[in-house]
């Protein structure tokens, strides 16, 4: 059985003091999840993230990394540092970061390698424009981002990490996959992984991204091959993601 996880990914959104009012709103709502969950605060807020969420069952990642551990990369963050600070999760291949800042998958392999050698847990998103879905490739794509963002790990390696499934299209749309397609395409990325990776297939999470929200979250969370969700906008709101993270109350309300 693997355990659910949402993910809050707070994108460009709220400096200290607004993460404080969030993280104030949110807790509370937080005590006890069947589901592992996680925030994404921007780089300068995970401080403040850390220290407000020490004995919470609430987890903090990044969104970003750099692949080297030290050294003259003006304006990058070591993995290294954020796993000093306690951070444990990092967001890795964002859409936004592929498509704005030309992150390849070669560099997203790099990166992956190096939050996992500092004992991050990467959570390595993949996922296809509206055109290439419409050209029938997502599978294609799926596939190979998945194979080139985990080329050279060990099964024991991938078995730990989170991949997000997060069809372009779909993010910050308000436009969903219908949760049978979004299952069919995370069943395509864990047949990708068990061909190269066998049994990691098992253990690794996959969730879904785009525009997951409380009033979707149940139905998406209901497939057998969806593992959680990595959430953007609705992340910001504490009523939002609180009602995500407890998906399975919604469902049986
Ligand atoms: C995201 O950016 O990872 C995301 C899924 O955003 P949204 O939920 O806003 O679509």
Redesign the pocket.
């Known amino acids: 059985m693997r355990k659910p996880i949402i993910a809050g990914?707070w994108?460009m959104n709220h400096a200290p003091a607004q993460a404080a009012t969030l993280l104030a709103q949110l807790i509370p709502l937080l005590h006890e999840t069947a589901c592992d969950v996680v925030v994404c605060p921007p780089f300068v807020s995970l401080s403040e993230t850390l220290s407000l969420t020490r004995g919470t069952p609430i987890a903090v990642g990044a969104q970003n990394c750099h692949i080297e551990k030290s050294g003259a990369f003006t304006g990058e963050v070591a993995p290294d540092f954020l796993a000093e600070m306690g951070v444990r999760y990092v967001i890795l291949g964002?859409s936004?970061r592929r498509e704005y800042f030309g992150e390849t998958d070669a560099f997203i392999n790099r990166k992956v390698r190096a939050a996992l050698s500092c004992g991050l847990i990467p959570i390595v998103?993949v996922g296809e424009t509206l055109a290439q879905r419409e050209d029938g490739v997502t599978a294609e794509l799926v596939s190979y981002q998945t194979r080139a963002a985990l080329a050279g790990l060990s099964p024991a390696q991938v078995g730990s990490l989170v991949i997000?499934y997060?069809p372009i299209w779909?993010?910050?749309?308000g436009m969903t996959a219908t949760a049978a397609d979004a299952n069919t395409v995370i069943g395509i990325i864990r047949g990708q992984v068990r061909k190269t990776w066998g049994d990691a297939a098992d253990m690794i999470r996959i969730q879904y991204?785009?525009?997951?929200k409380p009033g979707n979250a149940a139905e998406l969370m209901a497939q057998p091959e969806i593992d959680g969700g990595?959430?953007?906008?609705?992340s910001l709101n504490a009523d939002d993601f609180a009602a995500i993270v407890h998906y399975q109350a919604e469902r049986n309300a």
């Not at 991204?209 to 997951?212: C, F, I, R």
């Not at 990595?230 to 609705?234: M, R």
Request: charged share 15%; hydrophobic share 35%.
């Open positions: 990914n994108k964002h936004e998103c997000a997060e779909a993010i910050g749309t991204g785009g525009s997951m990595l959430v953007g906008g609705a």
